[in-house]
């Protein structure tokens, strides 16, 4: 410990430093008020033993200036008899104890230990205030960091009390409940979220017994102009006793997802009804034929071509499942590089000659000898421009026209496929990229598809974030524009 002696009289300073300094402390001489000062001012002491009268400012005066520096400090007055008075003022001012002259060793260790017990304890109760206070500012950190967790979450929070009072909620929870004004902290939860079930779920949780850390999950649909449905769960807070001391409920928005089940599910409803037809023309056939096998060949081999058609766009509607299918799982998304387009538009429109002379459709391409490279699967990109040139000469006119545009526009390729054929109505035409949309009418009644093609063509569209647009007059012609990046972007 640290120990400051002032005092104007040698043989007292030389006698403590002695006893002092062989107790363990570390101590400093200082011969009058002056030299006093200096110390305190220029150090820090566990103790000072002060003498009150010297010459310099007094010992009452040093003591003040020691214990504005630290009260902490243990101040023992050292005094003659004639000062006794004064060293019972000096105690009344903060010293804490005093020592008259002259003294023994022993007295002196004794008056210096139990000071300096003294100044640990008061050190010790210092810390522990430090520890405290610093403890009390965590908890109400973490308690705004929680507060402020809960009040960002995404799904929707409501604390009820084991009295059934609303406690908690969040932003969120608000929303998700559609309250107009903010419920009262303490209201009943009948009251405060206005929704019978919820406060069911959480009275449940509250009063009946559940086994431990078991949740009462329910989903909950809101009607109205905009529908939603929740789920939610509700669990018990225990904090270590045997009955709750409240209730939770998170509140999950699964809208999306009861959507996307529901497309899922009308999705495979339409494929299984569209796989249906011709598989059951199929097997009519079959047991059409089987029933008189052999009595008229004539009209089996007619029955056995059209078992061939079906079967034939049966195979059509499969394959073009299994690109829907592969499109939509990203990790099936071909591999892409720098690819020309004007021999993929060529091979394609070879292809498609022999369908078009039979309805006497002309195709006119157009590529433009600058078009820039694009970074694209070859099998999209045939994909793409089949469908949409094999719809322009399908529904077509005899006699009719299909032009196939290529070039660059800034930093994209545009495509344009163009026909005079049937046209497509407007009612019709905000349908048309739907899955197994196909528009029925006098024209398209004897045309074969599968409703598919242009949903697939969509599909590549849009994983190229590139654009589609449709034009169309009935009786005149079909205009399908497309937009896909070039390589080199803005160019
Ligand atoms: P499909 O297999 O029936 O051809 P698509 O998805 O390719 O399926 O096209 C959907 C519907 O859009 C077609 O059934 C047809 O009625 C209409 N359609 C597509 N392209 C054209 C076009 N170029 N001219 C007129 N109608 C078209």
Not at 45 to 63: A, N
Not at 87 to 115: M, S
Not at 172 to 183: G, N
Not at 443 to 451: D, V
Request: hydrophobic residues 40%; glycine residues 8%.
């Amino acid at each position: 410990m640290r120990i400051l002696v002032v005092d104007d009289e040698r043989s007292i300073r030389v006698g403590c430093q002695e006893i002092l300094t062989k107790a363990g402390h570390q101590t400093d001489m200082a011969e009058d008020g002056f030299q006093g000062q200096s110390f305190i001012r220029g150090d820090h002491y566990d103790m000072v033993l002060l003498d009150l009268k010297m010459p310099g400012p007094s010992g009452l005066e040093l003591l003040e200036e020691i214990r504005r520096i630290d009260p902490e400090t243990v101040t023992i007055i050292i005094t003659g008899y004639a000062t006794i008075e004064t060293a019972v003022e000096a105690i009344k001012k903060g010293a804490y104890d005093y020592i008259p002259k002259p003294f023994t060793p022993d007295a002196l260790r004794r008056v210096v230990d139990r000071g300096l017990e003294r100044r640990r304890l008061a050190l010790e109760a210092a810390q522990l205030r430090q520890e405290r206070e610093r403890s009390l500012l965590e908890v109400a950190q973490e308690r705004s960091q929680t507060r402020t967790i809960i009040q960002c979450m995404a799904d929707g929070v409501l604390v009820a009390n084991r009295q059934g009072q609303l406690v908690l909620f969040n932003p969120a929870a608000l929303s998700m409940l559609r309250l107009q004004a903010t419920p009262q902290i303490g209201a009943s939860l009948e009251e405060g979220i206005q929704n019978e079930r919820i406060s069911r779920l959480l009275l449940s949780m509250l009063k009946e017994r559940h086994a431990p850390q078991s949740f009462l999950s329910e989903e909950i649909s809101l009607p109205g102009e905009f529908p939603a449905t929740f789920m939610v769960n509700v669990a018990a807070a225990m904090a270590g006793e045997e009955e709750p001391i409240g209730a939770i409920a998170v509140l999950r928005d699964i809208t999306k997802l009861k959507e996307l089940e529901r497309i899922k599910s009308d999705f495979v409803t339409m494929v299984a009804h569209e796989l249906k037809a011709p598989l059951a023309a199929i097997s009519g056939y079959v047991d059409v034929i089987l029933g008189s096998l052999g009595e008229d060949i004539e009209q089996e081999r007619k029955m056995l071509e059209r078992c061939q058609e079906r079967a034939y766009s049966l195979l059509a509607l499969i394959k073009d499942l299994l690109d829907i299918s592969s499109l939509e799982s990203s990790s099936a998304t071909s591999k892409r590089e720098p690819l020309q387009l004007r021999p993929v538009i060529q091979d394609i429109a070879d292809f498609l000659k022999g369908m078009a002379a039979e309805n006497e459709i002309q195709v006119q391409l157009s590529i433009a000898e600058d078009l820039p490279l694009i970074s694209a699967g070859r099998r999209e990109m045939e994909r793409l421009l089949t469908n949409l040139l094999n719809n322009a000469i399908k529904y077509n006119v005899r006699g009719g026209k299909v032009y196939l545009d290529a070039r660059r526009q800034d930093g994209f390729i545009r495509i344009e496929v163009r026909d005079t054929g049937i046209g497509i109505s407007p009612e019709a035409l905000p349908h048309i990229f739907d899955e197994f949309y196909r528009v029925k009418n006098d024209c398209t009644r004897l045309i074969a598809g599968t409703g598919l093609g242009l949903a697939i063509v969509k599909k590549i569209v849009n994983s190229y974030f590139g654009q589609i647009e449709v034009k169309s007059e009935e009786g005149k012609g079909s205009t399908f524009s497309i937009l896909l990046p070039a390589i080199g972007g803005s160019l």
